[in-house]
C-alpha cells in the first residue's frame, strides 16, 4: 500500500481510502448496505492491516450512524489516534429545522460538535463541504471552517461535489483573509465517468489539492457482474438506487474492453476499474467501500497490479471523452507551443 501526501500538506494518506456509506443501514441509507457493528469492525481491522489509514465517513450518512459506528470500531480495535486519518463531511441535511442543513456557520458549528460526538474523537483530520450550497456565501462557509481549525477541532479541509469555478472563488477568499484552505477535493472519478478532467482535475493540479475519488466502480456498473446480456444481481445496490447516472450502453463498452485485461492477469474487472485511477497522477486516494471481507479483498488487491503502457493506451482509448469547447480550441493553439512532458 503506497501513501501519498494530502494535498500540499505533509500528511500522507493510503492510496486506497476505507468508505464507510455501507455502514449502520438506517433510513434511507439501507440501500447503501446494512454493515452492523460486528462486521464493521472486522471490515476496519482488515483495511487496517492491509496499510490502509485513511477511512471515510459522513454526517448523513445512515443518519449519523456510520460515525458512531467508525468511532466505535476504533475504540473495539484499539487504534491509537496518530495512526488512522478520519474524514468525514457536513452540508446534508441532518434534521428537520428550517437550518439543519446547508454550510451556514450555525450548521457548521453545529455539525462538528454532532460528528464529534458521534466519532466520539477531540478532532477531525480532514473536515469536508459535502457540496456546494447556493444560499450561503462562500465568505461565511470559509470564514467558519477558519475558525474550526483555529479551534482545534478540525485540522486540514476539503470541498466535494462542487464546480472547479466555485472551488477557486473559496481558495481565492482563504489567500485574501489568510483562511485555512481547502486541501483536498473529494469527486466522482471512473473509467465510465471521465468529466472530471474537463475543468477539475486541470484546476486541481495547478491549485496542488488532493483528488479523492468516490464510487470508482460506477455504482457497481464496472464490477463485472452487470453486462448487455447479463440480468442484474439481485444484492445489486442499482436495483433500489440507479446511481450515479452513467451512460450503461458506454459503460458496458468500456467493461469489454477492460475483461480480456483482467483476464490478462488474472483478476476481476474490479480490481482493473480500481488500477486504472491509481495509475492516474491526479488521484491521491481513490475510496472503497464494502459490505463483506471477499468484496474488500478484491479492492485492496488492485494495488498490487501494474498495467503496462499498452493496457493504459487501450483503456484511455476505449474511455475518452469527446472533445468539447474550449479544449478542442486550446489543443488547436498550443499543438507547437507545449513541451513534450504537458502535452
Not at 491549485?207 to 466502480?217: C, H
Not at 480490481?271 to 486516494?285: D, P, T, Y
Amino acid at each position: 500500500m503506497k501513501h501519498r501526501p494530502l494535498g500540499r500538506t505533509g500528511l500522507y494518506v493510503s492510496e486506497l481510502c476505507f468508505g464507510t456509506m455501507t455502514f449502520g443501514g438506517q433510513g434511507w441509507w439501507k440501500a447503501m448496505g446494512e454493515v452492523d457493528q460486528g462486521s464493521a469492525n472486522a471490515l476496519v481491522e482488515r483495511a487496517l492491516a492491509a496499510g490502509v489509514n485513511f477511512i471515510d465517513t459522513a454526517d448523513v450518512y445512515s443518519e449519523g450512524h456510520s460515525e458512531r459506528i467508525v468511532g466505535q470500531a476504533l475504540r473495539d480495535l484499539k487504534v491509537k489516534r496518530e495512526d488512522v486519518i478520519i474524514a468525514t463531511k457536513v452540508r446534508g441535511r441532518t434534521g428537520p429545522g428550517a437550518n439543519a442543513v446547508g454550510l451556514s456557520r450555525g450548521h457548521i458549528m453545529d455539525g462538528v460538535e454532532a460528528s464529534l460526538k458521534r466519532l466520539g474523537l477531540d478532532y477531525i483530520d480532514l473536515y469536508q463541504v459535502h457540496g456546494a450550497d447556493l444560499v450561503t456565501p462562500i465568505e461565511e462557509t470559509m470564514r467558519a471552517l477558519d475558525n474550526l481549525v483555529s479551534r482545534g477541532l478540525v485540522r486540514y479541509i476539503g470541498c466535494s461535489n462542487m464546480a472547479a469555478w466555485q472551488i477557486m472563488k473559496a481558495l481565492g477568499l482563504s489567500r485574501q483573509y489568510n483562511y485555512a484552505r481547502f486541501e483536498t477535493v473529494q469527486a466522482y472519478y471512473t473509467i465510465a465517468g471521465r468529466d472530471l478532467e474537463r475543468e477539475i482535475i486541470p484546476m486541481l493540479q495547478d491549485q496542488q489539492l488532493g483528488l479523492m475519488v468516490w464510487s470508482p466502480l460506477a455504482g457497481g456498473l464496472l464490477s463485472g457482474k452487470f453486462g448487455r446480456q447479463s440480468a442484474t444481481p439481485n444484492d445489486a445496490r442499482r436495483l433500489t438506487f440507479d446511481f450515479p447516472p452513467v451512460n450503461k450502453e458506454r459503460a458496458f463498452d468500456i467493461v469489454d474492453v477492460m475483461r480480456p485485461i483482467a483476464d490478462a492477469h488474472g483478476v476481476s474487472v474490479a480490481r482493473i476499474a480500481l488500477a486504472w485511477l491509481l495509475h492516474q497522477k491526479a488521484v491521491m486516494s481513490v475510496i472503497i467501500g464494502a459490505k463483506t471481507i471477499p468484496q474488500l479483498e478484491d479492492n485492496l488487491a488492485a494495488t498490487d497490479i501494474t498495467l503496462s503502457a499498452e493496457e493504459l493506451a487501450t483503456l484511455d482509448q476505449a474511455s475518452a471523452l469527446a472533445r468539447e469547447y474550449p479544449q478542442w480550441m486550446l489543443d488547436r493553439q498550443h499543438g507547437d507551443r507545449l513541451p513534450p512532458t504537458l502535452r
